[in-house]
């Protein structure tokens, strides 16, 4: 069965830094491009990066472009995002999702709570 499950989510004060991971199983993501997602509380889910299959193209939301990085490892078959200097406003629950033959398929996600 096709399951992703992120982990790496936390309480961060302002300027901190997480790491995300999403592991994918049941499946091999090798061929896949991955985009991450977040919601915050009140507000519709948006998307905040998307990584190609090779990982050699990657796409960031303006409001975390020069702070979050996005990554691979296939042979871990897991997609990382790394979040620096992170804001208040980046308080939310942060999804990861991948589209096989036109079905998508979520995490569970995985609360970044940012405050002081």
């Known amino acids: 069965q096709l399951q992703l499950v992120e982990s790496g989510g936390g309480l961060v004060q302002p300027g901190g830094s997480l790491r995300l991971s999403c592991a994918a199983s049941?499946?091999?993501?090798?061929?896949?491009?991955i985009t991450w997602f977040r919601q915050a509380p009140g507000k519709e889910r948006e998307g905040v990066s998307c990584i190609s299959s090779s990982g050699g193209t990657t796409n960031y939301a303006d409001s975390v472009k020069g702070r979050f990085t996005i990554s691979r490892d296939n042979a871990k078959n897991t997609v990382y995002l790394q979040m620096n200097s992170l804001k208040p406003e980046d308080t939310a629950v942060y999804y990861c999702r991948i589209v096989v033959r036109g079905l998508e398929y979520w995490g569970q996600g995985t609360q970044v709570t940012v405050s002081s």
């Open positions: 049941g499946f091999t993501l090798d061929y896949y491009a």
